[in-house]
């Protein structure tokens, strides 16, 4: 298998090239001297050669190790020349966008992916990278097709890590797929152009994906359960309801949602059914390989071509590939050979979710489903079926359950119980809409498909939501470090080795994992017990507070009747869980112009800018000053009273408030942090 042990090399090379550019740029320099070593270690005599053959494998491991290293450095340039164009852009400078998909209305307002360009004398223009664009709010205009081509004169902002802790990094998500930058276009910042910039493959490819759409949203009434076809079937989420996703994301069934493996394995077994009368010689089985995998891609382009499909359509390519050729090879060494190919090209899948949890979910079929499987033996044909639905069900956790714990905190008890009843039942529903989309042009018989349908689906997100409704469905607030986690496989690979393999040695290596693990878990215990700390949350129009001890949090917020409506408690709770809180108190801040805070030696001052009409004399010293409501009073009137360094203005303050506020604490050498434009603000106290 020697595409799993280049991998085994490359991986910690790649991860070193993201995170330790620096020290990848020094260790690059050993390049030559494994090269030097191989060469000489090759033109020894035979007796020579076999003696230092071992440098010369160690060789290999360091070239393969500096390759994945270099790939990794390479992407973290461009991350820092695409970045730095975007700080560096000039306000002025027009700039061309041509979208790469259609827009989708999000909360009133279009967004979309664009292709940005500069332009440069004479006509000519340089692509500087990609971005999100979002169109003026209430902008119902703004429903543009791919390719679709804008003239723009607007602030070009780089994505940072902003939020608070605990809460879904969009700038890293974005950043994997290539994307650091967005746009807020502000009416009249752009125009329309009547020239079109797309590729033909990729507009009919939208077009196919919009009128699959329409043909379901037309033979499906209910909108909860056309919203579910369409992830189904091509992927399209944003139609879906948010409530029905985080019952299947508690219940243990997300895979279900999200196109992966189980979707394109089914469409490949009767893309291979439906083209089978080619199997009957050798010309025409080279024909069937071609247009199934051709077919296969196609969809998998269609749903957004997420590291896990990918990953997928590349397995699938290399399974039809080795029927054809009868060689069969080793599943763990195609998928590796799959893993190595894609991070190869794009490196920043390494740290992707579904990337990680995709190969995690198929290593595992392919090591623990025929021992499960053969735990058990059974006759009866229906009897068989559900235990290999059970057995594959149960080989799948086992290597996905550390990454479950570590990004999800949770894990849901009765994951069993319904992938055997939604894996089945969406699977029918999925060729069910394949069957539905072939047959459209027959109304009569595609409005009664569509109603079948629409029961089952709903039959679906019926047991799904009752499975969520059970108390003890899922143990939620697990934390575990990566350290943890590196920890938890070494488990499972020494009890598979001691249980499975019968191997003594597999005992110690548990036994190892678990003092590890434990002793971490009291590290990071008592680390709790000691932290203690100052937020100030980006919380959309509210004034939010945070103040921790140990494992008890006290938040200071505005009344839940006044600023921002809706569930604002939900930005609220990542936070708690990762600093791990069992205590949460939420106190309402009164409506007055100022409010004096003491916690632990420090005094806080929070300045309310919808009560100050006037010059205040009643502030004292203070260690931080929180402004909000974008106070009107001078930063340098303040300054004369307190003396105080830090100053934070919260997420109720406007941007062109908080530029003054910025230029003015430039010019008084203060410390000031904006919630809005750099995330949440944290004191520790060391």
Known sequence: MPFLRLLLSFIPGLIMGLFSPFLMKQLLLLTFPAIIIIWTVNRLPAWKAWKWGFLRGLSIILLVFLAGGFIGFNNYTQKIKHTSWGISKSLKEPLLAVLEEPTINKSGRYKATASLFEILPGSKKMKRGMAIVYFPKDDFKADFPYGTTLIMSSRILTMQKKGNPGQFDFAAYYARQGIYHQVFLQKGEYILLQERNDNRFYHYLFLTRNKIIRILQNNISDKKAAGLAEALLIGYRNDLDQTLVNAYA????????????????????????????????????????????????????????????????????????????????????????????????????????????????????????????????????????????????????????????????????????????????????????????????????????????????????????????????????????PMQVAMLYICIIGLSLWVVLKIKSGFWLLLFGILIYSGLQVYHGAITEKQKEILVLQVPGRQSLFLINGKAGVLFTNDPGTGTSGDWKKEIMPVSRFFRLEKLQIQYLPVKESLLIRWKGKKIYYLNGKSISRQTNTLGEADMIIISHNMTIPLQGLLQQNHCQDWIADATNSLWKIQEWKKDSEQLHLRFHSVNESGSYRHNFK
Not at 302 to 317: E, K, L, Q
Not at 401 to 421: A, E, I, R, S
């Open 250 to 481: 508690n219940t243990g069934v997300i895979h279900v949602i999200a196109i992966s493996g189980l979707h394109l394995g089914l469409l490949f077994a009767v893309l291979m059914s439906l083209t089978s009368f080619l199997n009957n010689s050798r010309n025409k089985q080279w024909l069937q390989f071609l247009v199934v995998i051709s077919l296969l891609w196609i969809f998998s382009l269609m749903t957004g071509g997420s590291a896990s499909v990918i990953r997928s359509a590349f397995m699938f390519t290399l399974l039809g590939f080795g029927r054809l050729t009868g060689n069969k090879g080793y599943p763990l060494n195609s998928l590796a050979a799959a893993a190595f190919v894609l991070l190869a090209y794009q490196p920043n899948w390494i740290m992707d979710t579904g990337f990680q949890l995709s190969f995690a979910a198929v290593a595992s079929i392919m090591i623990y489903f025929d021992r499960i499987r053969n735990l058990l033996y059974f006759k009866n044909q229906l009897a068989i079926k559900c235990w290999e639905m059970i057995s594959v069900t149960l080989s799948a956790q086992i290597l996905t359950t550390p990454v479950v714990l570590f990004y999800f905190k949770q894990f849901p008890l009765l994951f069993l119980f319904t992938n055997m009843v939604a894996v089945p039942l969406s699977g029918w529903i999925l060729l069910g809409e394949i069957l539905l989309c072939l047959c459209n042009s027959y109304t009569s018989f595609a409005n009664k498909l569509g109603n079948v349908l629409e029961k089952a689906i709903q039959l679906l997100n019926t047991y799904v939501l009752q499975m969520d409704r059970v108390s003890f469905s899922v143990i939620r607030d697990i934390y575990v470090s």
